[in-house]
């Protein structure tokens, strides 16, 4: 068996492991026999039953799915611009999404207009996702007139910034209760997340990863930069599109359905090319996929382990790996 194929393997027990664990850990311990049990149907006590099938399980199928899209996202935002230091949300997209909820949970109480039909029927999730929908328009717009992806690096940024700056003034202004309700959810939860949810979630998610998928052999070629994969053939344009559109898909749903998680997305890519010692994106892909959703089933294990948000634990647990690669490799993209 190759090292590669080894570590694969090794990836998927890991998984395994750490699903199962995150089943049977929380506020009830709960054994694996009794995890097993109520997977498949054998005699389990309903409420351990309803606790893990209700609760648990699609709380791990959320850390999955999330920690897979946001490490695939980043991934090819750092391919992209040829930087370690970007991520998934280096487009606006958390900014984007801030934003709407913002404005959701914020704003409209603001206006007199929190009681109206419309927002009630938008919520969280529905203002998260048109807040990056609309920051997706305003990069493909940008990306059709600019062809320095350094500009478009730049401009992202100082979009977010922008944003971030109405989003304090929204702060600023509002009450009490309804900025407790903003900030707890700029720290994160993968357990808002209901089987209805789940439903709407999973299906984007899975066109994000086949756009990422597709796009395996063209993020090969920007290694070497823009120009010479022209001289290859590639349409830079179009790839680029394809890119943004899954980075927005991938990062844009996680972001509306668990807010903002952040370093998975940024720390993960690096800890693949570790591990995997290798630059090819056919092993860096779902590699970074395997190891992001292992990754975030570890955080949502302390979380729950130390009662805390899980972007505090995902930042404590990124920034360690993100701080050792760029010093130890700083010719990462070179």
Same mark, same amino acid.
Do not use: H, Q, Y
């Given at each position: 068996m190759s090292r590669t194929a080894l570590i694969f393997s090794l990836l998927t027990l890991l998984l395994a492991v750490l699903f199962v664990a995150d089943l049977a850990v929380g506020s009830v311990a709960i054994a694996p026999a009794e995890v097993w049990n109520a997977l498949t149907g054998g005699a389990c006590d309903p409420a351990t039953r309803?606790?893990? /099938?209700?609760?648990? +399980? +699609?709380?791990?199928i959320t850390a999955l799915a999330a920690g897979a899209a946001l490490a695939a996202s980043g991934l090819e935002m750092q391919t992209? %611009?040829?930087?370690? !230091?970007?991520g998934p949300y280096v487009l606006g997209v958390s900014s984007g999404a801030s934003l709407g909820v913002a404005l959701f949970l914020l704003g409209a109480p603001l206006l007199g207009i929190g009681g109206s039909s419309f927002l009630q029927s938008l919520g969280i999730v529905g203002a998260a996702w +048109?807040?990056?929908? /609309?920051?997706?328009?305003?990069? /493909?717009a940008i990306s059709r007139r600019i062809k320095d992806i350094m500009v478009i690096l730049i401009l992202g940024m100082? %979009?977010?910034? $922008?944003?971030?700056?109405?989003?304090?003034? !929204?702060q600023y202004l509002s009450d009490e209760a309804a900025l407790k309700?903003?900030?707890?959810?700029t720290m994160g939860s993968l357990g808002e997340v209901t089987g209805d949810r789940l439903t709407l979630m999973l299906p984007v998610l899975l066109a994000g990863f086949v756009l990422a998928v597709a796009v395996i052999k063209p993020l090969n070629l920007l290694l070497l930069g823009e120009n010479y994969a022209r001289t290859m053939g590639l349409n830079v344009q179009r790839t680029r599109l394809r890119i943004f559109l899954s980075?927005?898909?991938?990062a844009g749903?996680?972001?509306?359905?668990? $807010?903002p998680v952040g370093f998975i997305g940024l720390a993960v890519p690096h800890l693949a090319r570790m591990i995997f010692a290798s630059a090819d994106h056919r092993i860096l892909v779902p590699g970074s996929m395997m190891a992001g959703a292992a990754l975030l089933l570890v955080c949502d294990?302390?979380?729950?382990?130390?009662? !805390?948000?899980?972007n505090t634990i995902t930042a404590l647990m990124g920034i360690p790996v993100v701080i050792y690669v760029v010093t130890r490799n700083r010719n990462l993209f070179r």
């Open positions: 309803d606790i893990i /099938l209700k609760i648990r +399980l +699609l709380k791990a992209l %611009f040829r930087n370690p !230091l970007a +048109l807040g990056a929908a /609309l920051v997706l328009a305003a990069i /493909l100082m %979009f977010g910034s $922008g944003v971030s700056a109405i989003v304090e003034i !929204l309700t903003f900030v707890i959810w980075t927005v898909l991938l749903t996680v972001t509306a359905f668990c $807010g294990l302390v979380s729950k382990s130390l009662a !805390l948000p899980i």
